[in-house]
């Protein structure tokens, strides 16, 4: 099937053209947008005007003269000082949403990018030996969000889950363990019967005990980083421990990834650990280039724009001065292994907005080293995707009432058992079986954690409440699943009338406007994956629902007026369905048929 052109593409080269028949030597931007007072309206004309020393209506009218309409345009007029509105034929429109509907890849006629780069995307980066907590939720949703999206577009992804898997924690569980062998015997035998999460809060425990231990007792301290340097050198005993640690939590990051109906594959997660080899080379390239210099024993990069309180600069340290690295060597060897093994264009970080200067340093030094220049000599696109923090009710960090950091793995829960109460609630008038409310109850309790997280721009904080996000109303996950719902329910009361476009019929304004907006989808889209806000494509789906509804209230579907503006109104509908259903899937959100 091949892609669809957009009406708004379509009318942008029509008034193209005429621009530069009646200007040749003008930039031909109409600046058209979507418009209240017509479908579009074009604004470029008075800027064109301005620079010709022309009058702008008269220019307008010139150029109205040129439009080619055809069955297309149905009328443009000038209005104001110089605006173009154009309005669409109602056949234009259903014709173009036919050849949507026709697509039986799924796309809706949206085109694949000409020419697709890779792109690295790092996010979900928990760490081995600790529970995940509401902190790791962002950078999961989100990045799993923008790999969808990027993927639709034809764009060649490469996942990554930088794990915190190596470093002096690491040397003070395996130190601890080995001074108290029996501390998790108790729970061996039942290790086998839990679950991930069952498994990791019993390492989450011990690393809190061997933290305390480490951070009160000087003597433990050194031995813990004695054992540090035995992981390093490949010790047999140690590096076998540590990676019993590793596979234990890996057990329990898929059985969180899976609750958050997120599809995270092993081969994905390439930790901290997995740039080892690549440390010392990474310091020897940057001393060798000047780069990176040593000051007070350490290898260093400074920045004239990054000071510290007392005016002093503030370097990136790569190596520390008892010769060990620190996240940044760690964080720039990942960039040497994404563009020169991975063949990466793009290099994409999905992480906390606090860390923006310590990405600013990494980025600016792998620049520095020339790392970021590919074959075509096009530089190489660097961009952290900073994200805020969430908040509880009362604005401030999510805590529990003990002031700990919220479980991610509790907050899920309660999102889906409150989910599950509200389809249970509904769940007698629409039929469901038992079944079918559990499954449902996870889908929307995932899908409200997720919209809510989604529909908020990400460097913004947004307050996490699972009243408002289990709504029927507002702009939220369920809004949209119950819009979707309700459509098949019509669709399966219609009987034996099928979706069928009528372009020869008028259409109603609730109709021109459904159809209209759904024509932007594959703009929006584009605009989404170039920009890496997934909210515009929620923005764009909550619309698409809300225009649903203003449908629904004036124009009856199943007893319209004649058989066609019957099979019309269905394959308009349905359309919106797969609309949605298509967009709520890039954001991974599930859409129950029975709601």
């Given at each position: 099937?091949a892609?669809v052109?957009?009406l708004?593409?379509?009318v ?7 621009l ?9 931007d109409?600046?058209l ?6 479908d579009y309206?074009?604004n470029?004309?008075?800027?064109l005007?301005?620079?010709?020393k022309?009058?702008p209506?008269?220019l307008a009218t010139q150029?109205?003269a040129?439009v080619?309409?055809?069955e297309l345009?149905?009328e ?6 110089g ?14 949403l036919?050849?949507r509907y026709?697509?039986?890849?799924g796309?809706l ?5 000409e020419?697709?780069?890779?792109t690295?995307?790092d996010?979900a ?11 790791h939720?962002?950078?999961?949703v ?8 990027l993927?639709?577009?034809g764009?060649?992804v490469?996942r990554?889950h930088?794990?915190?898997d190596w470093?002096?924690?690491?040397g003070m569980?395996i130190q601890y363990l080995d001074?108290?062998p029996?501390?998790?015997d ?16 019993n390492?989450?425990?011990l690393?809190?005990?061997?933290r305390?231990l480490?951070d ?5 301290k050194?031995?813990?980083?004695r ?5 390093q050198?490949?010790d047999p005993?140690t590096l076998?421990?540590w990676?019993?640690?590793v ?7 898929f ?9 995270i ?9 997995g740039?080892n080899?690549m440390?010392?080379?990474?310091c020897?390239l940057l001393e ?7 000051s007070e024993?350490?290898?260093?990069v ?12 503030v370097?990136?340290i ?7 690295y620190?996240?940044?060597?760690t964080?720039l ?12 264009n ?5 992480v906390d ?8 340093m990494v ?5 520095r ?5 590919d074959?075509v ?5 660097l ?10 009710k ?6 529990t009432r003990?002031?700990?950091t919220?479980?991610?793995?509790d ?8 989910a599950?109460t509200v389809?249970r609630?509904?769940a007698?008038k629409?039929?469901?079986?038992e ?8 889908y929307?309790?995932?899908?409200a ?6 529909s908020t ?9 699972l009243d408002?996000?289990?709504?029927l ?18 669709l ?7 979706p069928?476009?009528?372009p020869?019929l008028e259409l109603?304004?609730a ?5 209209l907006?759904?024509?932007q989808?594959g703009?929006t ?12 494509l929620?923005a764009?789906?909550f ?6 509804t ?5 124009c009856?579907?199943l007893k319209?007026?004649?058989?066609a503006q ?7 509908i349905?359309l919106t369905?797969r ?6 899937a890039l954001?991974g959100i599930?859409?129950?048929?029975k709601?």
């Amino acid at each position: 099937m091949a892609s669809v052109t957009s009406l708004t593409a379509s009318v942008h080269q029509r008034l193209a053209t005429a621009l530069s028949a009646t200007l040749p030597t003008a930039d031909a931007d109409p600046l058209l947008r979507r418009s209240d007072r017509a479908d579009y309206q074009a604004n470029g004309i008075l800027a064109l005007a301005k620079k010709a020393k022309a009058n702008p209506r008269e220019l307008a009218t010139q150029v109205v003269a040129q439009v080619e309409s055809g069955e297309l345009i149905k009328e443009i007029e000038v209005s104001g000082p110089g605006f173009l509105n154009i309005t669409l034929t109602d056949g234009a429109i259903t014709e173009n949403l036919a050849a949507r509907y026709a697509d039986d890849t799924g796309r809706l006629g949206v085109p694949t990018a000409e020419h697709p780069g890779t792109t690295v995307i790092d996010y979900a980066q928990p760490n081995v030996a600790k529970e995940m907590h509401v902190g790791h939720l962002r950078s999961a949703v989100i990045g799993d969000a923008v790999v969808q999206i990027l993927e639709f577009t034809g764009e060649n992804v490469v996942r990554r889950h930088h794990i915190g898997d190596w470093g002096t924690q690491f040397g003070m569980l395996i130190q601890y363990l080995d001074e108290h062998p029996h501390e998790l015997d108790h729970n061996e035998g039942e290790n086998l019967q839990k679950s991930g999460e069952q498994a990791m809060s019993n390492l989450d425990r011990l690393y809190k005990t061997a933290r305390k231990l480490f951070d009160s007792d000087e003597e433990f301290k050194t031995r813990a980083r004695r054992r540090v340097v035995d992981l390093q050198a490949g010790d047999p005993h140690t590096l076998a421990t540590w990676q019993k640690f590793v596979d234990e939590s890996k057990i329990y990051f898929f059985s969180v990834f899976e609750k958050l109906d997120m599809d995270i594959r092993d081969a994905d997660i390439v930790g901290e650990s997995g740039y080892n080899d690549m440390l010392a080379e990474t310091c020897r390239l940057l001393e060798e280039q000047g780069v990176a210099v040593r000051s007070e024993g350490a290898l260093c990069v400074f920045f004239d724009d990054v000071k510290g309180p007392d005016g002093n600069p503030v370097p990136l340290i790569v190596q520390k001065s008892d010769g060990g690295y620190g996240y940044a060597a760690t964080d720039l060897s990942a960039i040497r292994d994404r563009v020169f093994n991975l063949k990466a264009n793009s290099l994409l970080y999905v992480v906390d907005a606090r860390q923006s200067l310590h990405f600013k340093m990494v980025f600016e030094t792998a620049r520095r080293a020339g790392w970021l220049d590919d074959d075509v000599e096009a530089e190489i696109k660097l961009f952290q995707l900073a994200f805020g923090t969430v908040l509880g009710k009362d604005g401030k960090p999510f805590k529990t009432r003990e002031g700990e950091t919220v479980r991610l793995v509790d907050l899920l829960d309660e999102a889906i058992d409150r989910a599950t109460t509200v389809v249970r609630e509904k769940a007698e008038k629409v039929g469901l079986t038992e079944q079918e409310i559990v499954e449902n109850g996870r889908y929307v309790g995932i899908g409200a954690v997720k919209y809510a997280d989604l529909s908020t721009s990400a460097v913004r904080d947004y307050k996490f409440d699972l009243d408002q996000m289990v709504s029927l109303n507002g702009d939220t996950s369920v809004y949209l699943q119950y819009a979707y719902a309700r459509i098949q329910s019509i669709l399966r009361k219609a009987g034996e009338a099928r979706p069928t476009a009528h372009p020869e019929l008028e259409l109603a304004p609730a109709e021109r406007a459904l159809g209209l907006h759904l024509d932007q989808f594959g703009e929006t889209v584009a605009e989404v994956a170039e920009s890496y806000e997934p909210h515009k494509l929620a923005a764009y789906l909550f619309k698409l629902a809300t225009l649903l509804t203003t449908f629904y209230d004036q124009c009856l579907v199943l007893k319209a007026d004649t058989p066609a503006q019957r099979e019309n109104r269905l394959f308009l509908i349905d359309l919106t369905a797969r609309t949605l259903h298509r967009g709520m899937a890039l954001l991974g959100i599930r859409t129950p048929d029975k709601l």
